[in-house]
């Protein structure tokens, strides 16, 4: 399959995922138990976006606010709307992240790193420069670290003889919500 | 929004092929070859390019600045001459208000009027100053991943271009499909190819 057809036909994988990250984190009060790694704080804040329809026909609904009125994506999400695009805040120990993730191409937005030394405080031989570049892209591996570990474990739920047993879960969650 | 600012936007591609034994000597070679042209005083209307990720008019890379540890950080940068809509059509009915004078005729044919759309969007390429776009690139050579600083389809585009070009490797975009094959346990990949949406309501 070339990469057109997967991006068309497998979009939903992405989406499938966001929405369990959503239940994963509410479901133990926006901590997410990853396997080999511990609890990561996951919270869904401000800015949700839900599609619906297919191809040509696809819209679009931006939802905004504070975290817990979000209600508007929470009934977009039992109309059977899909969620596509979310501001997510990460955080591990001392260090938070907060991104934007667009759920059916993993485009990572507006990605916000830790704070570390400020930029002035730094001098501009080589050595610094190399060890700045460093640490910032070791902040966004870190990020995306995260991310892949909790979308492995959404594979393995999801690829597994109990995916029927977490969809009810899931469901009743998108249900009472 | 790139590599070093406070806040990036990125795509992450896998990096797929053979890799030559001599890795750095090679890369050292091919960067050099695709480093950026500048184009202020020429009439090129495109150039696309490397630079160092700390400075757009770098495309020396004394010592090697591209590399930080086990990683490669570059900057694409594209320099366009661009003309605005506006600007070429305005000069496009200028020059047939005035051919229509000087034959004495109402109307150009479309023939005409095309040759002039061509020669008007030269004369305005060549006048025009070149917009430079940078977009910063990472390759992680430990596990062959590139995280590019854009979401842009065409700026996506253009690195799969100059990336081929420069090191003979090809870029796949890493959605979530993708990304999932190289996350699962191979016992899963059949279970994963098969997959159809859940209803979630």
Redesign the interface.
């Known amino acids: 399959m070339d990469?057109v057809d997967?991006?068309a036909e497998?979009?939903?994988?992405?989406q499938?995922?966001v929405?369990w990250l959503w239940f994963k984190s509410e479901e133990r009060g926006g901590a997410v138990d990853i396997p080999g790694i511990g609890d990561v704080m996951v919270v869904f804040e401000k800015h949700i976006l839900l599609e619906y329809g297919d191809g040509d026909s696809r819209e679009k609904v931006i939802c905004q606010g504070l975290q817990a009125e979000m209600s508007e994506a929470r009934t977009g999400?039992?109309?059977?709307k899909k969620l596509e695009q979310a501001r997510i805040m990460l955080g591990r120990g001392e260090y938070e992240w907060n991104l934007t993730l667009?759920?059916?191409?993993?485009?990572?937005?507006?990605?916000?790193?830790p704070k570390t030394m400020a930029?002035s405080e730094e001098s501009?031989d080589?050595a610094a420069?190399?060890g700045?570049?460093?640490e910032?892209?070791s902040l966004?591996?870190q990020a995306?670290h995260l991310v892949?570990e909790m979308?492995?474990m959404f594979?393995?739920s999801?690829?597994s003889d109990d995916w029927e047993n977490e969809?009810l879960r899931?469901?009743k969650w998108?249900?009472d919500k | 929004m790139g590599l070093l600012s406070n806040s990036g936007s990125f795509v992450r591609f896998s990096v797929e092929g053979d890799m030559p034994a001599s890795f750095w000597e090679f890369a050292a070679e091919r960067i050099a070859m695709h480093a950026f042209r500048d184009i202020d005083d020429s009439f090129e209307e495109h150039s696309i390019g490397w630079v160092s990720v700390m400075n757009m008019f770098d495309s020396e890379f004394a010592y090697a600045s591209y590399a930080a540890g086990d990683y490669i950080a570059l900057t694409m940068r594209i320099d366009e001459r661009k003309v605005a809509p506006a600007v070429l059509k305005k000069f496009c009915m200028k020059e047939e208000e005035r051919l229509k004078k000087e034959r004495q005729v109402p109307k150009l044919s479309r023939g005409q009027r095309l040759e002039i759309k061509e020669n008007m969007t030269l004369m305005l390429t060549k006048k025009a100053v070149p917009v430079p776009a940078t977009y910063d690139m990472c390759w992680n050579l430990g596990d062959n991943t590139v995280l590019f600083f854009s979401t842009s389809g065409k700026a996506q585009a253009s690195l799969e271009d100059l990336f081929k070009k420069t090191f003979d490797l090809h870029l796949v975009l890493q959605v979530p499909f993708l990304a999932a094959g190289r996350l699962i346990d191979p016992a899963l990949e059949e279970r994963l190819a098969e997959l159809n949406p859940t209803i979630l309501i």
């Open positions: 990469l997967i991006i497998k979009r939903f994988l992405g499938e995922f929405t999400l039992r109309m059977g667009r759920a059916s191409m993993f485009d990572f937005k507006s990605v916000k790193t930029t501009d080589p420069v190399e700045r570049i460093l910032k892209i966004y591996e995306l892949d979308f492995r594979l393995n999801r690829l969809l899931l469901r998108i249900k």
